[in-house]
């Protein structure tokens, strides 16, 4: 056994008997998860796996699209027309806040938060809401090498209760700040969050952005290689919310969150490292995500 498997087999060890948290229950569906799922999984750029736990089991990707999102926005519009709708300041306020409009511009803060999410998945291109919804999966696939799909009852289950987004989409409508047909982003939104994929997948996905926007297992481009700064500036600065400054202190890797317990970070040119355990702190971060990433991440030399 490699000397990297052996230290994720020991990190899920440790791990695993950590059971605090929450699992996201504000999405009624994703109460279902089981708490002691656990997964790590690293894919370096040279296209080697190395994984343990649950890594087969499937779990709504969540937040942690508003990345890939966030990257193809900038595709459709380049950086300054995309920037002068949505910031790239850090707020320091959770995830979900009703408040993140810019006084002075009215732009949301960043695309990582929810308000800045909403704004950039309503300016995906296409003709008509199915076909904005196939290019985001497209997108997708080529992160993650295989066609994706939605978790329709997660889907639906964030349709009925999504009121606090809801209410955020409301207030950017009202300051100008995203067209008026807003149940459709909101749509799109909350169906972008709920693409299914596994922690493998997730570790493929920071693997191509840690290989220049090229996917190492498919070798196909996903993003152009000029953009994958912009993405992992905005992780570094604002992809674990108001957890984000001691996040980058302590592991110094950009990353993303999502509700669902995944998490995903980046080591450029090396590496994509993911790990999944639904059960969440207050920040909405997996707690055993964060642990093996803060306290793994000074032996993990990959
Ligand atoms: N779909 C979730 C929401 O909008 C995503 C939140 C997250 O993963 N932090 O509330």
């Given at each position: 056994?490699?000397?990297?498997?052996?230290?994720?087999?020991?990190?899920?060890?440790?791990?695993?008997?950590?059971?605090?948290?929450?699992?996201?229950?504000?999405?009624?569906?994703?109460?279902?998860?089981?708490?002691?799922?656990?997964?790590?999984?690293?894919?370096?750029?040279?296209?080697?796996?190395?994984?343990?736990?649950?890594?087969?089991?499937?779990?709504?990707?969540?937040?942690?699209?508003?990345?890939?999102?966030?990257?193809?926005?900038?595709?459709?519009?380049?950086?300054?027309?995309?920037?002068?709708?949505?910031?790239?300041?850090?707020?320091?306020?959770?995830?979900?806040?009703?408040?993140?409009?810019?006084?002075?511009?009215?732009?949301?803060?960043?695309?990582?938060i929810n308000a800045g999410a909403i704004a950039t998945t309503s300016l995906i291109?296409?003709?008509?809401?199915?076909?904005?919804?196939?290019?985001?999966?497209?997108?997708?696939?080529?992160?993650?090498?295989?066609?994706?799909?939605?978790?329709?009852?997660?889907?639906?289950?964030?349709?009925?209760?999504g009121h606090r987004n809801r209410a955020i989409a409301h207030l950017m409508l009202?300051?100008?700040?995203?067209?008026?047909?807003?149940?459709?982003?909101?749509?799109?939104?909350?169906?972008?969050?709920?693409?299914?994929?596994?922690?493998?997948?997730?570790?493929?996905?920071?693997?191509?952005?840690?290989?220049?926007?090229?996917?190492?297992?498919?070798?196909?481009?996903?993003?152009?290689?000029?953009?994958?700064?912009?993405?992992?500036?905005?992780?570094?600065?604002?992809?674990?919310?108001?957890?984000?400054?001691?996040w980058a202190y302590k592991v110094g890797l950009p990353a993303k969150s999502g509700?669902?317990?995944?998490?995903?970070?980046?080591?450029?040119?090396?590496?994509?490292?993911?790990?999944?355990?639904?059960?969440?702190?207050?920040?909405?971060?997996?707690?055993?995500?964060?642990?093996?990433?803060?306290?793994?991440?000074?032996?993990?030399?990959?």
């Amino acid at each position: 056994m490699s000397e990297l498997q052996a230290l994720l087999e020991s990190l899920h060890q440790t791990y695993q008997q950590q059971d605090a948290g929450q699992l996201a229950c504000y999405i009624p569906e994703l109460c279902k998860a089981d708490p002691n799922w656990f997964a790590i999984s690293i894919v370096t750029t040279d296209g080697q796996t190395f994984q343990v736990g649950n890594c087969q089991q499937t779990f709504t990707i969540q937040s942690i699209s508003k990345v890939f999102v966030y990257g193809m926005a900038l595709a459709d519009h380049g950086r300054d027309a995309l920037l002068a709708k949505v910031g790239v300041e850090p707020t320091g306020d959770p995830f979900n806040s009703l408040i993140r409009l810019d006084e002075d511009s009215k732009r949301p803060d960043n695309p990582m938060i929810n308000a800045g999410a909403i704004a950039t998945t309503s300016l995906i291109q296409g003709n008509g809401p199915t076909e904005r919804l196939n290019r985001l999966l497209e997108m997708f696939r080529r992160y993650v090498g295989h066609e994706v799909f939605i978790d329709m009852p997660v889907f639906m289950s964030e349709r009925d209760t999504g009121h606090r987004n809801r209410a955020i989409a409301h207030l950017m409508l009202n300051f100008g700040m995203i067209d008026k047909n807003i149940d459709e982003a909101l749509d799109l939104y909350f169906q972008q969050c709920s693409v299914l994929v596994n922690c493998h997948d997730l570790a493929v996905m920071a693997a191509t952005l840690a290989h220049k926007g090229i996917n190492p297992i498919t070798q196909e481009r996903a993003v152009e290689s000029g953009y994958v700064k912009d993405i992992l500036s905005v992780m570094y600065t604002c992809g674990m919310y108001d957890f984000a400054g001691e996040w980058a202190y302590k592991v110094g890797l950009p990353a993303k969150s999502g509700v669902s317990g995944g998490i995903m970070a980046v080591v450029p040119n090396r590496a994509g490292i993911a790990v999944f355990s639904p059960l969440l702190d207050e920040y909405g971060n997996s707690i055993r995500g964060s642990r093996v990433l803060e306290l793994g991440i000074r032996v993990i030399q990959v």
